[in-house]
C-alpha cells in the first residue's frame, strides 16, 4: 500500500516536473539533460567515460584492457587493429559506439560482468559527442582558473556584486525566480553561525533590528569578521580537513601533544593570515630561515597524524602508513585529489601514477619521524621533536610578566641593592618561585624537525616489504605544473610554493569551494574532498573559478572573500522551499534560494551555552574535558584512562576546545557528526537520530545550561508566565513565539508545577544536575518547573538549525 | 551524487511516510522512518527496509553474531592440532618459514619452535580435532564449520581488528555491521541495527576503537551502538534525575507539537523526520531497559550460559546477544578482550576458555532449540592467531602475533556445521591449503546475507566503495549448505 502510494506520487511528481524541464531544459542545460544541447566533454562526456570507462580504458596501466585507453584524446582516436575507435562526425563509423550500443553479449561495452551498463540516455550523448566533433578538453580542474565572462543579467537591479551575476543568470533561464531577502533576524541569525558559530546575543538582535541605515547588513558583516570567534569558527573546519585530534589514534590510543596548532590556526584565520602563507607555515614552517616559535609550531601539521608506539610494530611499516596518510591529507586538503588511490596502483580515473604517490611522499621523507617509536604509555605521550611554548593567547601577557620578574630580579642581585642578605634571599626565592609557576605554564607541541631523508621507493601495491623498487625524488603529479629547483633535491617547502603558484589548477578552487559550502552548505562542485574524474560538475564553473581567480588576486586574502560570498545577495536569500522547488530542483542547484541545515555538533553545545549566558569565551590553550558517561574508555588501555570532566569554567568552553580523543570521540560530538578525524573529513554528515535526540533531551551538559538559563529567566524575565516564555523564546530562537506556541509551554509550565509540588524531591534532584551553584533557598519548584520548559526550547529543531 | 544534500526519492519517501499528519505515527510508519530517513548526502534508494534492488537473491542468514575474541587466540591451541610442532617443540624454526616475513615483537629474537600446549581430540560425530580446553565447543562440533585457514594483512591490533571489520587498514572505511545495515536495514522497531558489546571480566588488555563499529562515508545511523552494561545500557537513554517517564513523555510531546506548529510555517521535511525520531528516543528508553532486564528468562536458560548477573560478563552478552537476535537486530558484535598471549599462554587460555567456552556453546544450543540457528550466522575467531614460535614473556611460554595462518569457525545461516576447510602447512605457519583472506569471509557473510559483494557498493570520493574492496575475493561455496 505505501509503496504503491509512493510510487505514485513520484510519478506525479516526476510528470510535473518532466513538462516544465521540457521548457526551460535548453536554457538551462547543466541541470537536465536536453537533446538539443551542444555537447561538452567536462560537463557531458567525462562522467560517463570515467565512471564506466576509465576503469578498464584509463590512466591504470595493471588494468588496461586491450591497450587502449580512452582518457586521452591521442590515444583514443588512434588506428586500432580494425579501424578507429573514434571517428569525429561519425559514430556509425566509430567502433566505440557499435561496441556500446550493440545487442551482442560479446560485444557489448561495458561488458556485461562488469556491473557497469550505460543508459540509453548517456549513449546518446556518447553518439551526439562524436557527431559533433569528438571533442576533448582537459579536466576542468587540471587547468589553471581563468577570469570568466561576467554574465549579463535582466534584473540587474538585485546584483549586489558580480557573484549574484553567476547565479541569476542561470535562475533567469529557469522557471524559478530568485527568492526574497531573508527577514532580518535571520539574516542576523544565519551570519552569526556562519561567521562566528555562535547564536546573536538579545542586544545584537535588537540593535540590528532598529538599525535602518543602508549599511546596517554590513556593519554585522565586519563586526562579525572582526571576531575573535570567527576563527574558532573556521578552526572547526580547517580541524577536520588537517584531521586535528588530542590523541595519536593507534592502538592505546594516549593523548598526544598539540593543542599549540590549534591556537595556531585559529589565530592565523583571526588575523587573516593569506592562505598562501597559511600553507607554507604549516607543510614547511621549520625550513623557514630563523623559523619563529609560531611558524614551528605551523609546522605540527606534518605531525598530527595517527600513529603508533605499539608493542611489536615494525617501523618501516609504519613509517610506510606515515608516508601514505600525509599523502591522502595533503592531496585532499590542497588539491582535492584522491592521491591515495595511487598507494597501491596507478589512479584509475586520474592521471595519478603510483610514482606521482611516492614522488610526494618523498617530499616528507626528511620529517623526523624516528622518535614516534619511542614514546611510550604516560599522558601525554611525548612524540619528540616537541618543542615547550605557551599558548598563543597567553604568550604575550606571560612573556611581558616573566620580564618583569626578571628585572626585578636583576634588580635584587644589583650590588647597590639595599637589602639585606636575607631579605635578598627571601626576596628572591619568592620571585624565582613565581617564575617558575609561569614557566610551568607551558605546553609541550610536537613539531617538525628535518632530518636527511630517508630513501622512498616505490612500493609495489603498497607493500612496505617489497624493497625491489625504484627510489624516487620529491616531484609534484608529472602532470601537473613540476616544482622547479633545479637540481636541489625539492623540499616541503618547494612543494607549499608550488601548491599556491598563481597557476596551480587546484588550490584556489579547492578553497573557495569549500568557503562556499562554509556558507550554503553545499560546494560549488557538490564533491567536497575529489575535484577530480570522479567529482561533480560544479553547479556553476565560472562562478568558482571567478572566485579562485579574485581570491588569488587579492593576496589569498580570506576574509575578502568571506564578505564578498556573504554580502552577494545570492547569500541573503530566504531559505524557505517552495513545493516548485523541492519538486523540480530538490538539491537547489541553481540556488534560487539559501539552504537550511542542522548546525555541527560544536556550534549545537556552543548556542546552548552561550543562549543560558554559561557560555566561557577563554581562547586557546589545553583542551576542556566536558561531562561525559562515566566508563567511556573503559575499553583504552596502555595505560587505563579515566575520564576527569573539568570542574572549573573549562567545563563551560567552546566546542572546538573539547578533548578529541580519537579512539572515543565524546559522545555528543558523535551523536551530532562530529568525525573521529583518522581522516581528512571534507563535509560532515548531517544525520538525524534517536541517539542525537537522546543526547540532546539527557546529557547533562545540556540540562546544566537549561538550569542555569531557567535561574536567569526568573531573575530577569519578569513576573508573569507569559513574560517569561518569551524572553527565553526570543533569546533562543531571536523570534517572538505565536499563540499556540506560548499555549503550549504555558501548558508545560503549569503541569510542571503541579507535578514538583507533590514532589519536591524530585525538583531538587533535577536541580542538582551539573555542577552550577544553586542559590540557597531559591523556590526550586519554580526552577525545575522552567527549566523544563528550557528543556523544550533546546530541543526544537528551530534551536539547532540555521535558516 | 554521494554529495546531493536532499535527494528527490528520499523527500518523496518521507513525505509520503509521514503524510500530513506528523504526530502519532504507527509503528509501521516509524520503521519506514527508522530506515529511510535522510542523511546528508546520500544516494540511497530503499525499498520498504532495504537499499534497492537487495537482497540480490535469497538469504540464508537474517542476521550475525560475531563473537569476537580480541588479542588473537592460538589457532595451534584451539581448532589446529600440529603433531609435527610437538616433535619440533625447542627447536630451531626453519629460516624458510620466516625469511622475509613481517613479525611482531619477536623482531630480532631467536626463533624456536613451541609445540601445541593441549591435547586435541576428536569430537561429535563429525569427528572435529578440537583442543581439550575448549570442551563446550567440543560439544557442538557437528554445528560449526572450522576454517584452518584465514590470513590477513596487518601484524598489529589494531588494524588487524581494523582489517577484520572494514576489509582494510586504512582508516575511514565503514564496518561490516554498518555495511549489512546500510544494505538490509534494521528489522527492529526500537532498537539500533547494530549493537557492539565488550565483555568484562579475566584480563582485558586489549584495547579497542569504536572506529571498529564506525559507519564512515555511509550513514551514521548504520554506526554500530555500543550498549554498556555498567552504567546507562546506551548513553543518555536514562531520564534526567527528577524526570520521571510521565514527564519525558510529556516534553517530548511539547516539542513535537512546537515543532508541528514552526513547519505549518515552513514545510520542512527535517522537521517532520525529527518529530519520529523524538517519538522513537522515548521508546528506545523503555525497550533498551526491557532489553537488558533478564526477569522474564527461566532459571535453565540463565544456568545454560552461566548467567550469574547483570554484571557485563561475556556469558551476559552471549544472553543478550539472543534477546537481540530475537528483537530484530542484525547485526550483534560481541568482543571479549584477552586473548593476546605472549606469555604464561596456558595461564590466560584458561581464563579467556573459562569465560567464554561455556557461553558461546550454550549461544548456538540456544539458537538452535529456537530454530533461530539455521537463519542466524555465527562468527567465532580474532584478528589474528599467533606464532607457532616461542616467545618468553612471563614465567610460562607463549606466542607472538602471527597472520599467515589462522583459524575461525563458522556456524548457522547456511553454514554446513561438522565440517572444516583449509589447512595450515605441518607447524602451522602458512595457511597452504584453500587459504581464506578476510575479504572472502566479507564475501561469504555478505553472501549468506543474499548480498553479492562485488555488487554492493556505495559511492565515496567518486569511487565505488565495496566491503571486499578492490582485490578479488571469494566466496566459500564449499562451506554453503
Known amino acids: ?803 | 551524487m554521494w554529495n546531493s544534500n536532499l535527494n528527490l526519492q528520499n523527500l518523496i519517501n518521507r513525505r509520503t511516510f509521514l503524510g500530513n499528519t506528523s504526530l502519532g505515527l504507527g509503528s509501521a510508519a516509524l520503521l519506514s522512518l527508522l530506515n529511510s530517513e535522510n542523511s546528508l548526502g546520500s544516494s540511497e534508494e530503499r525499498e520498504g527496509i532495504h537499499l534497492k534492488g537487495l537482497p540480490h537473491f535469497e538469504p540464508k542468514a537474517k542476521r550475525v553474531i560475531f563473537l569476537c575474541m580480541a588479542g588473537g587466540p592460538s589457532h595451534l591451541e584451539t581448532f589446529d592440532y600440529k603433531p609435527t610442532l610437538e616433535k619440533m617443540d625447542g627447536k630451531l624454526m626453519p629460516d624458510s618459514f620466516t625469511n622475509g616475513q613481517p613479525i611482531a615483537q619477536l623482531q630480532g629474537k631467536e626463533l624456536k619452535c613451541l609445540g601445541p600446549q593441549y591435547k586435541f581430540n576428536k569430537h561429535g560425530e563429525s569427528g572435529q580435532m578440537i583442543a581439550d580446553i575448549l570442551p563446550h565447543t567440543a560439544k557442538i562440533a557437528d554445528d560449526i564449520c572450522i576454517i584452518r585457514s584465514l590470513n590477513t594483512d596487518q601484524i598489529n591490533h589494531d588494524p588487524a581488528h581494523t582489517v577484520m571489520n572494514t576489509g582494510t587498514s586504512i582508516s575511514g572505511r565503514p564496518s561490516m555491521g554498518s555495511w549489512v545495515n546500510y544494505g538490509l536495514g534494521s528489522e527492529s522497531q526500537d532498537l539500533p541495527g547494530f549493537v557492539v558489546m565488550t565483555s568484562v571480566g579475566g584480563r582485558n588488555p586489549q584495547p579497542i576503537a569504536s572506529r571498529q563499529w564506525g559507519s564512515a562515508f555511509l550513514p551514521s545511523r548504520f554506526q554500530g551502538v555500543e550498549l554498556h552494561t555498567t552504567g546507562e545500557p546506551v548513553h543518555y537513554v536514562k531520564n534526567p534525575n527528577g524526570i520521571s517517564k510521565h514527564q519525558q513523555s510529556e516534553l517530548i510531546n511539547s516539542v513535537n507539537q512546537l515543532n508541528a506548529i514552526r513547519n505549518q510555517s515552513v514545510q520542512n521535511p527535517e522537521i517532520e523526520t525529527r518529530i519520529a525520531q523524538y517519538e522513537l528516543a522515548f521508546k528506545m528508553q523503555s525497550s533498551i531497559p526491557d532489553l537488558v532486564d533478564l526477569s522474564d528468562e527461566p532459571k535453565h536458560v540463565l544456568d545454560l550460559y552461566g548467567v550469574k548477573g547483570n554484571d557485563g560478563s561475556y556469558a551476559f552478552n552471549c544472553l543478550l546477544a539472543r534477546r537481540m537476535a530475537e528483537r530484530g537486530v542484525r547485526f550483534i558484535h560481541l568482543y571479549h578482550r584477552g586473548w593476546d598471549h605472549h606469555g604464561d599462554l596456558t595461564r590466560h587460555m584458561k581464563t579467556c576458555c573459562n569465560l567464554c567456552d561455556g557461553p558461546t556453546a550454550a549461544l548456538v544450543q540456544d539458537l538452535k532449540q529456537r530454530d533461530m540457528l539455521k537463519d542466524t550466522l555465527i562468527v567465532w575467531g580474532g584478528e589474528f592467531g599467533r606464532t607457532p614460535m616461542f616467545q618468553g614473556k612471563g614465567k610460562l611460554p607463549g606466542r607472538d602475533h602471527h597472520i599467515r595462518g589462522f583459524s575461525m569457525w563458522m556456524a548457522g545461516g547456511g553454514v554446513k556445521g561438522g565440517t572444516s576447510y583449509g589447512a595450515t602447512d605441518e607447524l602451522g605457519y602458512n595457511a597452504v591449503e584453500n587459504p581464506v583472506h578476510i575479504r572472502d569471509l566479507h564475501a561469504t557473510m555478505l553472501h549468506l546475507m543474499g548480498i553479492h559483494h562485488e555488487r554492493f557498493s556505495t559511492k565515496y570520493q567518486g569511487l565505488d566503495m565495496r566491503l571486499t574492496g578492490v582485490e578479488e575475493s571469494r566466496v566459500l561455496k564449499e562451506i554453503l549448505i
Open chain 1, 1 to 803: 500500500m505505501k509503496a504503491r502510494m509512493m510510487k505514485s506520487l513520484k510519478n506525479s511528481f516526476l510528470c510535473k516536473g518532466l513538462m516544465l524541464c521540457l521548457a526551460w531544459g535548453m536554457l538551462f542545460p547543466g541541470l537536465l539533460f536536453s537533446a538539443e544541447k551542444k555537447i561538452r566533454f567536462n560537463r557531458d562526456v567525462r562522467p560517463i567515460l570515467s565512471d564506466k570507462c576509465f576503469y578498464c580504458h584509463g590512466p591504470d596501466s595493471n588494468k588496461r584492457e586491450a591497450d587502449f585507453r580512452l582518457d586521452v584524446e591521442a590515444e583514443a582516436k588512434k588506428k586500432l587493429s580494425e579501424g578507429f575507435a573514434l571517428v569525429p562526425g561519425h559514430p556509425e563509423k566509430s567502433q566505440l559506439f557499435e561496441r556500446i550500443s550493440s545487442h551482442d553479449e560479446d560485444e557489448i561495452m561495458p561488458p556485461a560482468d562488469s556491473g557497469k551498463k550505460l543508459s540509453s540516455k548517456e549513449i546518446e550523448t556518447l553518439k551526439k559527442w562524436i557527431e559533433q566533433g569528438a571533442v576533448y578538453e582537459p579536466h576542468w580542474c587540471f587547468i589553471p582558473p581563468s577570469e570568466p565572462k561576467i554574465p549579463q543579467v535582466k534584473n540587474q537591479g538585485w546584483v549586489k556584486n558580480k557573484i549574484d551575476n553567476f547565479i541569476l543568470e542561470k535562475i533567469e533561464g529557469s522557471p524559478f525566480t530568485v527568492s526574497p531577502r531573508a527577514d532580518k533576524a535571520t539574516l542576523l541569525r544565519r551570519l552569526s553561525f556562519d561567521l562566528t558559530g555562535l547564536p546573536p546575543t538579545e542586544k545584537e538582535r535588537e540593535e540590528f533590528l532598529k538599525d535602518n541605515s543602508p549599511h546596517a547588513y554590513e556593519k554585522v558583516v565586519d563586526r562579525l569578521l572582526a571576531s575573535p570567534h570567527y576563527g574558532e569558527r573556521l578552526a572547526i573546519y580547517w580541524l577536520d580537513l588537517v584531521r586535528y585530534a588530542d590523541t595519536v589514534g593507534y592502538h592505546g590510543d594516549q593523548d598526544h601533544s598539540i593543542t599549540p596548532y590549534r591556537d595556531y590556526v585559529i589565530k592565523s584565520f583571526n588575523e587573516n593570515m593569506p592562505f598562501d602563507q597559511f600553507t607554507r607555515e604549516q607543510l614547511a614552517g621549520d625550513l623557514f630561515k630563523n623559523a619563529t616559535e609560531e611558524q614551528k609550531i605551523a609546522s605540527g601539521y606534518n605531525r598530527v597524524l595517527q600513529t603508533s608506539h605499539e608493542g611489536g610494530v615494525q617501523e618501516k611499516e609504519y613509517l610506510a602508513k606515515y608516508s601514505a596518510d600525509r599523502v591522502r591529507n595533503i592531496s585532499t586538503v590542497w588539491m582535492g585529489a584522491t592521491m591515495g588511490c595511487a598507494e597501491c596502483h596507478d589512479h584509475k580515473y586520474d592521471p595519478y601514477t603510483s610514482k606521482d604517490f611516492y614522488s610526494m611522499a618523498s617530499f616528507f621523507a626528511d620529517v623526523d619521524d624516528n622518535r614516534t617509536f619511542k614514546g611510550g604509555n604516560s599522558l601525554p605521550t611525548k612524540r619528540e621533536p616537541e618543542i615547550l611554548v605557551f599558548s598563543l593567547f597567553e604568550k604575550k601577557e606571560l612573556t611581558n610578566q616573566l620580564q618583569k620578574l626578571k628585572s626585578e630580579i636583576q634588580k635584587i642581585e644589583k650590588p647597590e641593592s639595599k637589602l639585606t642578605k636575607e631579605e635578598k634571599e627571601k626576596k628572591l626565592n619568592q620571585l624565582n618561585a613565581e617564575v617558575e609557576k609561569i614557566k610551568k605554564k607551558k605546553i609541550r607541541c610536537m613539531v617538525t624537525e628535518s632530518i636527511k631523508p630517508r630513501d622512498i621507493r616505490i612500493l609495489a601495491r603498497g607493500d612496505w616489504m617489497d624493497e625491489t623498487g625504484k627510489i624516487v625524488v620529491p616531484a609534484g603529479p608529472d602532470f601537473l605544473k613540476r616544482v622547479s629547483t633545479g637540481s636541489a633535491r625539492a623540499t616541503r617547502l618547494d612543494l607549499a610554493n608550488s601548491l599556491v603558484s598563481t597557476e596551480h589548477p587546484q588550490t584556489a578552487r579547492v578553497f573557495m569551494n569549500r568557503m562556499w559550502y562554509l556558507f550554503f552548505g553545499e560546494g560549488i562542485s557538490r564533491n567536497l574532498l575529489d575535484m577530480g574524474s570522479q567529482g561533480e560538475w560544479p553547479t556553476h564553473l565560472e562562478l568558482l573559478d571567478f572566485l579562485s581567480v579574485r581570491f588569488i588576486e587579492n593576496g589569498w586574502n580570506i576574509k575578502k572573500m568571506a564578505k564578498m560570498i556573504v554580502m552577494s545577495n545570492t547569500y541573503q536569500q530566504s531559505s524557505l522551499q517552495t513545493d516548485q522547488h523541492q519538486e523540480i530542483d530538490p538539491l537547489n542547484k541553481l540556488i534560487s534560494h539559501q539552504n537550511r541545515f542542522r548546525i555541527s555538533a560544536e556550534m549545537i553545545r556552543d548556542n546552548a551555552l552561550a543562549v543560558s549566558g554559561l557560555l566561557n569565551r577563554k581562547m586557546g590553550g589545553p583542551s576542556a574535558h566536558p561531562y561525559q558517561p562515566a566508563g567511556y574508555y573503559a575499553h583504552l588501555n596502555f595505560p587505563k584512562r579515566v575520564y576527569h570532566s573539568d570542574k572549573n569554567s573549562n567545563q563551560y568552553r567552546r566546542g572546538v576546545y573539547i578533548h578529541w580523543q580519537r579512539q572515543f570521540l565524546h559522545p555528543m560530538l558523535r551523536a551530532f557528526d562530529a568525525p573521529s578525524r583518522e581522516e581528512c573529513t571534507g563535509q560532515r554528515a548531517i544525520s538525524n537520530t534517536p541517539l542525537a535526540a537522546l543526547t540532546l533531551l539527557n546529557d547533562p551538559t545540556f540540562l546544566e545550561a537549561e538550569k542555569v538559563f531557567a535561574m536567569k529567566v526568573i531573575k530577569e524575565g519578569g513576573e508573569s508566565v507569559e513574560s517569561r516564555i518569551r524572553w527565553m523564546w526570543i533569546r533562543a530562537l531571536s523570534r517572538q513565539p505565536n499563540a499556540q506556541e506560548l499555549k503550549v509551554l504555558t501548558q508545560l509550565y503549569q503541569n510542571s508545577v503541579k507535578e514538583y509540588l507533590s514532589k519536591p524531591e524530585n525538583a531538587e534532584k533535577l536541580t542538582k544536575i551539573g555542577m552550577f551553584p544553586v542559590p540557597e533557598k531559591s523556590d526550586l519548584v519554580q526552577l525545575a518547573s522552567w527549566m523544563t520548559v528550557a528543556r523544550a526550547i533546546f530541543n526544537l529543531n528551530e534551536m539547532v538549525t540555521r535558516n
